[in-house]
């Protein structure tokens, strides 16, 4: 399900993650009945671990009395934004509705729960149906001619997300030709609106994707970020069995080390976990309708070049069955968390970047860096890509190793107002203001190091080798965005810096 922030969305005809990709004997399928849901289990990877998030589809009564998803568990829509309810540049020809669904712009009662995707028919099964909107709706709803189909989308983004664990669920899919379920997790800072200024879906991990054209087989993989994207996809897995036929289960399970996807509890694929997928993920299952890759796939097969949404809708509605999803976790996996943590911490090449957002203001007092930020993030350069958002408040800190012994002048350049600090020492209580985008002047360009004498600081005296706490605090209200840190090493000369204080000479702040 990957995202049209990837250059290319699925790079599935790749196999360098996979090592046991091969024909699948799959075990008979468990019968469908009750049962109880086990609490602890061993992993795939022979971790002994305990239930930490489950549903089994038991119908809650919603608000109405009748069954519903459970929304403690679950929103229906992506995050914020525009493509909420899709993913436009996969060019998915589906709208994803709730029962709460009253259309965009305006509200219109007539229609509420007209297009309840999720719905109870067999008792613990939850289905997800998909189906082309009936076309008097079509002026009600913000769907176009060409994405004519709604279905349903659960995520459990801001209710659970996990880091290191197994994710496992019970499906039963369906053949129909342009049917994309799908059952994967993602990066829970992807919904952070500021994480969108690095224009990086993911990390994604699909636990399986499946496509009804091609029933014997399924996908799985890993879009990666911060690098590490390219290794981690893969494509195409063919099980010598036809997948809709019954139920089965799919799993993924990740520690530090080790990546693993299951089908019906065997091992069917196997990687080094990447940098980028040590973080929490939350989770997500949805039916989507044709898209791209659908679209290519089918256009090989049948020599035509077909439209995304030209899918075989003479079937609908179709239908995605969930039986139930459940993620367990080791006991020691939250020690796994903090190792991690503390080996990225101790790695050089980058400063700590908080951020706080929903902060209006342009003074630097108003920053609340006595709370909790919303997001943490690295800076691998003293620089900020320009025009992030509005509203937010910076603080990047950690520490500069002079590479020479000398006289270093530094400047500042940001928008809207901007200071840095250093210390003499690497103690972060020891830091004064040393350059500074003048409050009463207000912000500069990208880079505009000398719109005021405060942007540049006086000569300061470093050690080679030693560490010096430095910070820079940056408070933006609306309009445009930057922040610049540069300077001129001992024995450079001009009225500007000769660089933008590099990586190489970074560290990240440790409390
Ligand atoms: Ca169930
Ligand atoms: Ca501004």
Redesign the pocket.
Known sequence: MSHFFSPRPFGIYTTALLLTCGTFAAAAPAPLK?VAVPQTITSPLGHPMSLAFDD???AVKDRDGQPYIDRSKWQTTFWQGSSQRTLWGNLEAQYYVDKDYNGEGSIHPEANGTLNPFSFETP???TISAWKTPKELWGKFYMGEQRPFSSGLLISDKRFSFQYGYMVG?FKLSSNRGAWPAFWILGDDSSKPLEAEAHEWGPEVDAFEFFGHRPTKHSGGIHGRDGDKASFTFGMNEVGIDLTKEFHTWGFEWDKDTCVWTLDGKEWARGNTPASLNRPMYLLLNLAVGGQWYSEEISNQLKTLTKPWEVDETTMPWKMQ???VRVYRSQDADTQVKEVAAKLRSENNHLTREVWTDVPGTSIAQIPVDKKPNAVMVMREFELPTNIGINFGTRVRGYITAPTTGDYIFWIAGDDNCELRISPTDNAAGSVKCASVSETTGYTGWREWNKTPEQKSAPIHLEAGKRYFIEALQKQDVGGDNLSVGWLKPGETGDKPSEVVPASVLSPYLP
């Open positions: 009750a089994e589809f038991d613990g099964i939850l019970r969930c039986d139930y």
